[in-house]
């Protein structure tokens, strides 16, 4: 697509569920981002995905969290047993293997947990 | 490692008045560096990039930055501010060592920017 596509935009989940949150990258992108906005925290990375090389995971806060990227496009990141201190917007980014054409982002989705 | 520092979580100023984001960086490799900026429940929009070519780098909406090695510097700059400039804005520093690679972006915290009428 011509952007990156996060789904779903908003989800209020119960805690203790679990939570799936989606990205569709731009075609063609090597490299997937996982980031977690949250108030008073700033941007905080999460994962990162390489082509076919293992992630990059050392971003994630605890072994709740975790993601999957199936055939080298879409991105699952998935919560477990959601506690209330994981609420904050997840933003995906996709881009090329090179600094030179910058990383696109999603409109994010935005996860509360109550 | 990389970091990067904001100086100043808000800044405002007046409409046609100088704006100035200060971002300060530390990389051990040659850094690529970037501005983007977040309106209210949007996500983030790339301002502009430096990839160690010219030094001074345009971006969109009248917006630059100057890259200064000596002083680990990249702030942003635009001559006139105008009320749609209010937004939040993020320097962020790649850990990419070379430049045909990927990395992730490593943000600052942000500066919130008002603008006056």
């Known amino acids: 697509g011509a952007g990156v596509s996060q789904s779903p935009s908003n989800k209020v989940t119960e805690k203790g569920k679990d939570v799936e949150l989606r990205c569709d990258p731009i075609?063609?992108?090597?490299?997937l981002y996982w980031y977690r906005q949250s108030l008073g925290q700033g941007l905080e990375f999460l994962i990162y995905?390489?082509?076919?090389?293992?992630?990059?995971k050392s971003g994630l806060p605890s072994d709740r969290f975790s993601a999957e990227r199936t055939g080298g496009s879409v991105s699952t990141l998935t919560i477990q047993r959601t506690q209330q201190e994981d609420s904050a917007v997840y933003l995906c980014?996709?881009?090329?293997?090179?600094?030179?054409?910058?990383?696109?982002f999603g409109s994010g989705t935005r996860l509360t947990v109550v | 490692a990389q970091s990067v520092t904001q100086l100043g979580s808000h800044v405002s100023v007046s409409e046609g008045a100088l704006v100035l984001l200060r971002c300060n960086y530390s990389?051990?490799?040659?850094?690529?560096l970037f501005w983007y900026v977040q309106y209210p429940n949007q996500g983030l929009q790339l301002l502009l990039k430096?990839?160690?070519?010219?030094?001074l780098v345009k971006g969109i909406n009248g917006f630059e930055a100057e890259f200064k090695k000596s002083e680990t510097s990249f702030h942003l700059t635009k001559p006139s501010a105008h009320m749609s400039d209010a937004a939040e804005y993020f320097c962020?520093?790649?850990?990419?060592?070379?430049?045909?690679?990927?990395?992730?972006?490593?943000f600052g915290q942000g500066t919130e920017l008002s603008v006056k009428p």
């Open positions: 995905f390489q082509g076919n090389s293992a992630p990059d």
């Open positions: 430096y990839t160690s070519a010219a030094t």
């Open positions: 990389s051990s490799v040659p850094p690529y």
């Open positions: 075609s063609g992108h090597t490299a």
């Open positions: 962020a520093v790649s850990d990419a060592k070379l430049e045909n690679q990927g990395g992730k972006l490593i």
């Open positions: 980014a996709s881009s090329w293997d090179n600094q030179n054409y910058g990383y696109t």
